[in-house]
């Protein structure tokens, strides 16, 4: 029987999220993010503070779609890519939005210098769906996500990431050159799935080009 997550406090969640993508290097030096929609009702991860040591009562509640702050935590920031998981959420429709700053996405803006990351033939591709039909990519398909340009501030990247959203509407994710990597699902558990697997492909793809093979086509 699947676990039933319904009763779970989304403030906790986002505290052990945090946790969790501490430890995989995607939110360290207080960088990245992450944000889980229940009901009417956005919990997100506040700004510049020591993202594996986040309580409860320091998440900020957001109301859905007017954006309206419920809960503002005394002394705290929200976080600069508010603006970013807000349009995940009202273009999206998504469930809970992650910001990596993680090595792995950065190295592949770089690995893959155009405005796509093109891989096929990658067993972990099957993680991913595709955010039109909802169906789980197949093996041999490819997989594009698109990559954005960074800006000097985070909130800068708003326009340029609704744009990509628009133009790849299959993607569910986002690159941002020499930053990280903004994902989303209809659910935490499908945005933390995709992050991972995209994680995987991204370690995986690179290595692959520095050992001489093509990610893009089956050798
Ligand atoms: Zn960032």
């Given amino acids: 029987m699947a676990i039933d997550h319904k009763d779970e406090d989304p403030r906790e969640l986002v505290a052990s999220l945090c946790k969790d993508f501490y430890k995989l290097g995607w939110v360290t030096g207080t960088g990245g993010g992450v944000s889980v929609k229940k009901g009417d009702s956005i919990f997100l991860a506040p700004s510049g503070v020591q993202k594996e040591r986040i309580k409860t009562d320091e998440v900020f509640i957001v109301d859905f779609p007017t954006g309206a702050f419920r809960f503002e935590p005394e002394g705290l920031k929200c976080t600069e890519c508010y603006p970013l998981f807000m349009s995940a959420f009202r273009l999206r429709g998504a469930g809970a939005v992650i910001h990596s700053h993680s090595q792995n996405a950065f190295m592949a803006t770089l690995m893959y210098p155009g405005k796509e990351f093109v891989v096929t033939h990658m067993e972990m591709i099957k993680g991913l769906r595709n955010a039109v039909d909802q169906r789980a990519y197949r093996y041999d398909e490819k997989l594009v996500i698109p990559i954005i340009e960074n800006t000097c501030f ?56 520095a050992a001489g093979f093509d990610p893009t086509a089956p050798e």
């Fill in 154 to 209: 985070e909130k800068d990247l708003t326009e340029s990431l609704t744009r990509a959203m628009s133009d790849y509407p299959a993607a569910c994710a986002v690159l941002v050159r020499r930053h990280g990597l903004y994902v989303w699902g209809d659910t935490w558990q499908k945005a933390k799935t995709h992050a991972e697997c995209l994680d995987y492909l991204f370690e995986t793809a690179c290595k692959m080009k």
